[in-house]
Structures are given as C-alpha cells and as structure tokens.
C-alpha cells in the first residue's frame, strides 16, 4: 500500500449502469421477491417513481468494492452504513471516501474511513465508516 494520512481521498468506484437484469439476479441470490426490484408497475403504485428499485445489499457491494480496490490486502473490522436514498435502474452510482484514521497496532495498521456511495445528479445514497485492518 502507499503511504496514506487522514484525509486522503479513497480511488471511487463507479458503476455505470444499475440494470434491471442485475436487479433479477440479485433477488434470486438474495432470496428477496420484493416487487420494487421486479416490477416497474409496483413502484409507480407505491408513489416511488416509475424505475426498479435496487436493493440495499447491493448498493452496500458497491462500496465494498470500493474498499477493496483501494485496501487489498486488508481484512474487514467492521462496516457501518445508513441508507439514506433509492439508487434506481439505470442509475450511475458511485463510491468515495476518505481517510479519517491510521492507527499502528502490533497486528497492522487500523485505518478507518468515512465512505459513501453517490448518485450522479442526484441524492448521497449511503453513507457510513468502514474499518479495516492491514496486517
């Protein structure tokens, strides 16, 4: 890892595209047959618009993926996030953060980080502070 300080902006993670398809697929593997990840009708119906809504544990992938792009060899302490905005099909998302602390321990270095995942042109969709240890 390069040297990094508190303050340091985190290399974003930015996905181009939130698909309808992906939406599908991860109602499967999440074992979640809530209809606003299915079916445009039931998020008109629900007052939330007329696209798919994606769901909270992707939206979460996003940023881990962020995590682990710029902390490789990093293992996770902990993950704390607060949902704050839908993230909609074809949305572009994407995930930041920001160095807030590098501790020395005798296990590795404990880095945590303010992250947040952003809609372009639009809301901050999550935000939370992640944990990780550097051994």
């Known amino acids: 890892m390069n040297e990094r300080s508190p303050g340091d ?10 698909t309808a398809e992906a939406m599908k697929t991860m ?5 979640d047959p809530n209809p606003i990840h299915l079916d445009a ?8 618009g007329d696209r798919l809504i994606n769901q909270g ?10 995590v682990r792009k710029n902390f490789p060899t990093a293992h996770l302490q902990r993950f704390q996030s607060r ?5 909609f099909e074809g949305d572009i998302v994407t995930a930041g953060g920001s160095i807030e602390s590098i ?8 880095i945590t980080s303010r992250v947040w ?5 639009g809301d901050r969709a999550v935000e939370g502070v992640v944990n990780v240890v550097i051994p």
């Open 41 to 48: 009708d039931a998020v008109r119906e629900l007052g939330l």
């Open 83 to 87: 949902l704050l905005s839908n993230v």
């Open 9 to 18: 902006a985190l290399t974003p993670h930015r996905v181009t595209a939130v």
């Open 103 to 110: 501790e020395r321990h005798s296990d590795g270095m404990h």
């Open 27 to 31: 109602s499967v593997l999440l074992d």
């Open 57 to 66: 544990p992707t939206n979460l992938a996003y940023m881990m993926d962020m």
């Open 117 to 121: 995942l952003d809609i372009e042109k």
